[in-house]
């Protein structure tokens, strides 16, 4: 890292996390530091976690997609993700030859679970011969049964390279119906849905523009479909900061998990965030302390059984050659 980047980095850090927090922090950050160095380490930390991860030890930042891909290119014998299972291994799956770390085995998702592989092949059953499209929030026995992944922001545009007038899309049913109002394409879903953002509601955004005239509302497609009719531009956790980017609204609210707002909110100091709060507790159960005992002690290596690894990895190949929308 460059002394500007690592001056930012320090910097924003400073910021985004408390003093006693800070203060804890920095024996645990040095700690890290010098374990990714002798592991040939990197770790990889989603949007949503802890603004002490995000700032403090991440080498590479982003979104699903932008991990996936992260992950894919990664040139380290060890990859570290903070984020939960699923994100772990489809970093295992597209980069099967490094060692691949999770720091908590209880990093799960409300998504995930909400489906298995024997789900998937009862599905096709009913529908012979529909292809299926499985989000990325899936296991990788899911992903093993699927023709193709995607993530929430190349949803339609995989939907659509299909080129087929039905689909199968799971497991998210409120990221299905926002896809299903883009197209024309008829999509078959599933029940599923993430326990964070099931929670915002629509009567919740509008108490919002009341309370603050003037407000932008940004939403994250997994949000109920009145959730996302309230909202001014609707986009992946990526798609969220590039739109801030863009736009430069002068008050915003994420409606999504709460870490986001607090970890982007450095890079966009002229912009007010207003901040509703819902925690993913998932994503909480990776902490500083798990970091350093993971690269420490090489522990919660994820492993896949070479049947899923191949078919699981060609649903994800399939998206990635497909790319972000
Ligand atoms: P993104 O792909 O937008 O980062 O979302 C992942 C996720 O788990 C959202 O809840
Ligand atoms: Fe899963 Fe929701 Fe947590 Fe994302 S926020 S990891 S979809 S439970």
Redesign the pocket.
Known sequence: MSTAAAELRSKRFAAAVPDLERIEAMPLLAEIDALKHARNAVVLA?N?QAPAIYHGVADFTGDSLALAQQAARSEAEVIVVA??Q?MAETAKLLNPTRMVLISSLAA?????ESISAADVRALRRRHPGVPVVSYV?TSAAVKAESDICCTSANALRIVESLGVPKVIFLP?RYLGHHVQQQTGIELVLWEGA????ERFTGAQLRGLRRDHPGLQIVAHP?CPPEVLAEADFVGSTQGMVDHLARSKPAQVVLI??CSMSDNVAGEFPEIRFVRPCNL????RQITLVGIRDALRDLRHEVTLPAEIIAPARRALERMLAVGRA
């Open positions: 989603h949503y984020g939960v699923f799960g998702c409300s998504l995930a929030n998210d993430c326990e964070v953002h997994e999504t998990e993913c507790p998932h994503m």
